[in-house]
Structures are given as C-alpha cells and as structure tokens.
C-alpha cells in the first residue's frame, strides 16, 4: 500500500515551509539541519535536541505520545490514567532519563513537560489536522491524530568543558522507541548522531 507515502506527499505546504524539505526520507538522515521537530512524528522515533549556551546545557525531547503512554488519546480507563500519571512523573524526574557525566557538574534548574495527549489538542504547533478537511487517509496507527509529547531540561554545569557523554535511559523506561535522533550543538561540535535500541551512551 501507498497510502502512508501518499499521505507524507500531500502535507499542507505551510508545514513544509518552516522545516527542511528533506523530511519524509528524513528519518535516518545525518545531514539536516539541527533542531528540525514538531513534524509528524513516527511512533519507535524519538528526538533529543542537545545544546549548549554558554555554562548551560539545554535538553528537548520529542516523543509520540504512542512511545511514552503507548496511546494517544486523552486517558480515560482508570489503567490508562495511571500509565499516564506514572510516565509524566518519570519524564519529571530527569536524573531517570539522563546522566551527564558528572564531572561536568550539571545540575537541573528548569523542567518543563508538556503533552498533547491529555489535552484535546492535539498537534498544535501545525494543526494540519483541523485546518485540512481532505486529510482523510488513516495510517495503521490506531488515530489519525497524533499526539506528542515535549520534554525541556535546562541544566547549569560547573564545568561544561568536560562534558562529553550523555547516558540516556529512554530505552529502559520507554520500550516501544526503537531510535533516538540527536542534534548536538556544542561550543565545539555540531552533529547529528542515532542511538539504536539498546544503546545507551551519547558521545562526542
Ligand atoms: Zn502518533
């Protein structure tokens, strides 16, 4: 069936004019620009974006809403309520999810978690979904309308020159994401690295 690739074809342009065009060959890609997300995601395919600023070290996290809380629509049985609560306290926690290496020094000052699967709104940032009534194709995902979630780590490091690996512990907690994308802006690097399942370690 060509159905999914046809569907990537007809995405509203407007999408497209605020990302690369190299999108929907895009998942495995190594030479786009950093910082490309919000597109429509692929369930299995997280994305870190990893930046340094100055002493700080910023960390984002785009997830489908499928591979944290293995669905996308508000919670509603009592179970999936407490999937829900359990995974959204756990991307809270960031010392779960990452370990700088400590003689960096980093420690968390800001957490934001942010979600569009409890909420109705699904997909704000391009909502193709509501603005588009010929968007009719289903996928094999169990919606048409996907929900995301979005992670933000603000860390202050003491010494940031040394930090060089990051150990990421999604695959232990998130276990239907096969791939991790990284985009990487240092003072000194900028790369775009992938972590397969059940790689841990992202180094540079
Ligand atoms: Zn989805």
Redesign the pocket.
Known sequence: MNASLLRYALLPLSLYSIMSFAHDDAAHQTSEPAFRQHQA?V?GVVTYNLAQDGDDFLVEISS???DVVGF?HPPTSKEEQTIYQQRMALLNAPDKILTLLPQAQCKIEHIDVNDTIANDDHDHDHDHDHDHDHDHDHDQ?ESHQ??SVNVQYHYHCGNIAQLNTITSHWFEYFTTTQTLNINLLTDKVQTQLELSKPDQQIQW
């Open positions: 995601h369930h489908p809403g499928h996308e995902n996907h929900a």
